[in-house]
């Protein structure tokens, strides 16, 4: 409603937009206006990785740029091996959310992901999932380089990663606890503890996800109709973020006994996890 406005603010040849999935429709316009031509606009995004907007977005729709004629979609998995997206998109699959941008081709394959159903009352259960994780990390700790920056753990919020970090600091585990602003490539020996809304566009050869309550995401029981749908797609989607930032090893790490629908064994097909008891 101002164009004034723009006409104030710096323009650009071009404009490259990565995680565009999460940018709102009036922030892409907003972007459109800064260059000579809305074809300077170049966008990559992943509708199965949205967790800011609704991953039904269509940005063409939304935006009123023309994309047609000019979309690529990307075939190929560099990140993750075959058996940690696998996973991965039987888990989005069980809740009948598509993975938009799914890949018939990986340069990786390795081990099948692990998940870990841990047992303990909800005030032992992070007790009991660090010293399973911890005992995996001596081991890789005593090895020479710095193998514990390989390494991450992801949990739901900043506040269980303080905790998490609070558990390896009793382990005497070397660890930092960054967010999206903070994060830099670690050049120190220790393991990198993130939550799973800080992780976009990251990747780590050896991922854990732990810490996550019987109410992850928030406390589904209380939430009705289309609130709590949306809550637990939500959940869904943070979860398979998580996971795709696995480059080699994946472990999930749930409540062993949980109602949680995110967490039901039909969820996780055994042909593609490695499923045991902690």
Known sequence: DSPDLFNELNTFDAIVVDEGQDLTPME??????????????????????????????????ST???????????????????????????????????????????????????LWKIAGS????????MSAITDELRRIANKKGNQLSNIAIFSSSERKCKEIQTHLNKMDIPSRF???????????????????????????????????????PRNIDVELGEVAEENIERGVRDLFV???????????????????SLFKSQNFQSYLWEISKK
């Not at 997206?85 to 692990?114: I, Q």
């Not at 998580?242 to 949680?260: F, K």
Request: contains cysteine.
């Open 122 to 129: 909800e005030e032992t259960q992070l007790e009991n999932e």
């Open 28 to 61: 892409l316009r907003v972007l459109s206006e800064l260059i000579p031509s809305p074809n300077r606009l170049f966008v990559v995004a992943d509708s199965a990785q949205a967790i800011h907007q609704p991953a039904s977005l269509n940005l063409q729709e």
């Open 178 to 216: 960054c967010n999206s602003r903070t994060y830099e490539k670690s050049q120190k020996n220790q393991v990198t503890i993130m939550s799973l809304k800080s992780i976009k566009g990251l990747e780590f050869p050896i991922v854990y996800i732990a810490g996550l309550s019987d109410n992850f």
């Open 242 to 260: 998580g996971m795709t930032r696995a480059i080699q090893v994946l472990t999930l790490c749930i409540p062993e006994n949980s109602d949680n």
């Open 64 to 114: 009123e740029i023309d994309f047609q004629g000019r979309t690529r979609e990307l075939k190929t998995n560099y990140r993750s091996t075959q058996q940690i997206a696998d996973a991965s998109s039987s888990f989005l699959h069980a809740f009948d959310l598509e993975n938009e941008t799914e890949t018939t081709e990986f340069y990786y394959s390795g081990p099948k992901p692990r």
